[in-house]
């Protein structure tokens, strides 16, 4: 029997979203001098240790909850100086755009480089400071509902479980926390988020959300090449023509750069590598140039939600919401999620706490909510954004970049037109047979890594003896029907190596799940073109580590 815990509001995800969220519901709480309990429940060890972002940051959300964030110490400490975009070429040359052929949206004048993970552990201590009850190393593994269908909260799962199912000693099961309000901000392709969506039909007007799987590192450079607040971004090589994305690389305090590929998960060759693209493409001399004599120091991975306004679905449902990524807020324009995410966080906070204190029904609730949403800027932003990933999935990177200058810089997004892609990213692998496999260099140990040195420094951790958090729909589907239409495509799309295809030589082919590297990025649940592949919450406190990421 489990035990459980009522709250006025529990949110799932302590990241940019939740944190805010639950810090501004206590600050309207404390402004109205009505009490609220306000619980915060994430799966990682600490605040911060599954965040991941590139991240240059607009402060635009912060600005509206902690006015005073500078006095109050918020790491933000490296304001952009200069922003330099490429389109690579092949592996030797470049071409560097000029400012007036960029759209708006690329411009980062007034913004900051920063570690998300650090900024969302200071928004930790803020919400605690505030009131909030922080629960780090609690994954929440299931939605709860009451006898009318409503969410009224959310279970952790239960420590101590074997892999055969069994209680180890020191079993703990899982806690139900009650609220009336429950709000999801689980971060991208979010496990419970995804069920919600499929429960109440959120995304029955909606294109299908659209994915990229960002792969990053930490570098210590020579002080010599470092150049505080600048900011790269760049196209082109070495992915394929029908591969979008993009490459970023930006000065950070400390003598330390951040440098990652973000690949569209739309792409079409199954012999595509996102890892290896990424490790090859530090050797071009526009990255190079900076790395050398450098040291890299942490690695991580994660998907992004890049869809944008079209693919939105009804963030409402009865008890609670869907906030920033679990809904897919990022303006893929601005190559940004953060500020988005944590404006979402506060019109539900509002818009909660005005429910709670007026006692609204539901019937009344989610059209307040939809009125606030709308009504804000954070829906003006992504409206205007709208054709911008669209542009470049049916147009192409030349095409669709031309037509989005000319909408962004001339018409500022308010071409009475809206652009859709409508078919999802798994649906757009074509058979091996098909493509050109893809020979990869072999890593240097210098600026190019394997997986498993990768793995290594993003410090992730599993219990070794628990249920596969990595569930197979249909256990024989891998190797009855992806190997040999797709040469089974999860040994390359994941960045952790955490599906081998072993035996093949020797003609007994058996699939392996090393669940123990798997550094939650989702992009298995996204990418596996049968769809087979479930991604569920692990152990709580298990995965990734990321310090200053």
């Not at 006095?71 to 092949?90: F, I, M, Q, W």
């Not at 249920?467 to 190997?483: F, I, Q, S, T, Y």
Request: hydrophobic share 40%.
């Amino acid at each position: 029997m489990r035990e459980a815990m009522e709250f006025d509001v529990v949110i799932v995800g302590a990241g940019p979203a939740g944190l805010s969220a639950a810090c501004r519901l206590m600050q309207l709480a404390a402004e109205r001098n009505r009490p609220l309990e306000v619980c915060v429940v994430e799966k990682g060890s600490e605040v911060g240790a599954h965040i991941l972002s590139g991240a240059v940051f607009e402060s635009r959300a912060l600005d509206e909850l902690f006015p005073d964030w500078k006095a109050l110490g918020a790491p933000l400490h490296t304001p952009v100086s200069a922003d330099e975009v490429y389109l690579l070429k092949n592996a030797e040359q470049a071409v560097k755009l000029p400012d007036a052929l960029l759209p708006k949206s690329l411009h980062n004048a007034g913004n900051h480089i920063v570690s998300l993970g650090n900024l969302v552990r200071w928004l930790g201590e803020q919400a605690e400071a505030l009131g909030v009850q922080v629960f780090p190393g609690f994954a929440a593994a299931e939605v709860l509902y009451d006898e009318n269908g409503r969410v009224k909260g959310v279970a952790t799962g239960d420590m101590g479980v074997a892999a055969d199912g069994s209680a180890k000693d020191g079993f703990m099961p899982g806690m139900e926390l009650h609220a009336r309000y429950t709000l999801f901000a689980e971060g991208c392709r979010g496990h419970l988020g995804k069920q919600l969506a499929a429960r109440f039909d959120l995304a029955r007007n909606a294109d299908p959300q659209h994915y990229g799987l960002g792969i990053k590192e930490l570098w210590d450079i020579d002080p010599a090449r470092h150049r505080p607040g600048l900011v790269i971004h760049g196209a082109g090589w070495p992915l394929e023509r029908d591969s979008g994305g993009g490459f970023f690389l930006y000065h950070a305090e400390n003598h330390q750069v951040v440098v990652g590929l973000i690949v569209d998960l739309n792409y079409a060759n199954p012999w595509l590598s996102p890892f290896d693209e990424f490790q090859r493409l530090k050797h071009h001399p526009v990255l190079k140039q900076y790395l050398d004599g450098g040291k890299r120091v942490s690695y991580g991975a994660r998907a992004i939600a890049k869809g944008g306004f079209n693919a939105l679905p009804e963030m409402a449902f009865p008890g609670g919401l869907l906030l920033g990524c679990d809904a897919g807020t990022l303006n893929v324009s601005k190559i940004k999620g953060s500020h988005t995410a944590m404006k979402s966080g506060l019109l539900a906070a509002e818009t909660v706490f005005a429910a709670l204190a007026e006692e609204l029904p539901d019937s009344a609730w989610a059209p307040r909510w939809k009125a606030a949403f709308e009504a804000s800027w954070l829906h003006e932003e992504l409206y205007r954004s709208r054709n911008f990933g669209p542009a470049l999935h049916r147009l192409g990177p030349l095409a669709g970049g031309a037509f989005n200058f000319v909408e962004q810089n001339v018409f500022a997004g308010r071409l009475p037109i809206t652009l859709h892609d409508r078919e999802a990213d798994h649906a757009r692998l074509r058979p091996a047979a098909d493509c050109s496999p893809i020979v990869y260099p072999k890593p240097d140990g210098v600026l190019s890594f394997d997986k498993p040195a990768s793995v290594f420094l993003s410090n992730t951790n599993h219990e070794e003896n628990q249920p596969c958090h990595l569930v197979l729909k249909d256990g024989a589907l891998p190797l009855r029907e992806n190997l040999p239409r797709y040469a089974e495509p999860a040994q390359r799309y994941c960045p952790a190596g955490v599906y081998e295809v072993l035996g093949a030589e020797q003609g007994e082919p058996r699939l392996q799940i090393n669940a123990q590297n798997c550094l939650h990025c989702k992009t298995c649940d996204i990418k596996d073109p049968s769809q087979n592949i479930v991604w569920v919450a692990p152990e709580g406190g298990g995965g990734p580590n990321y310090p200053n990421m």
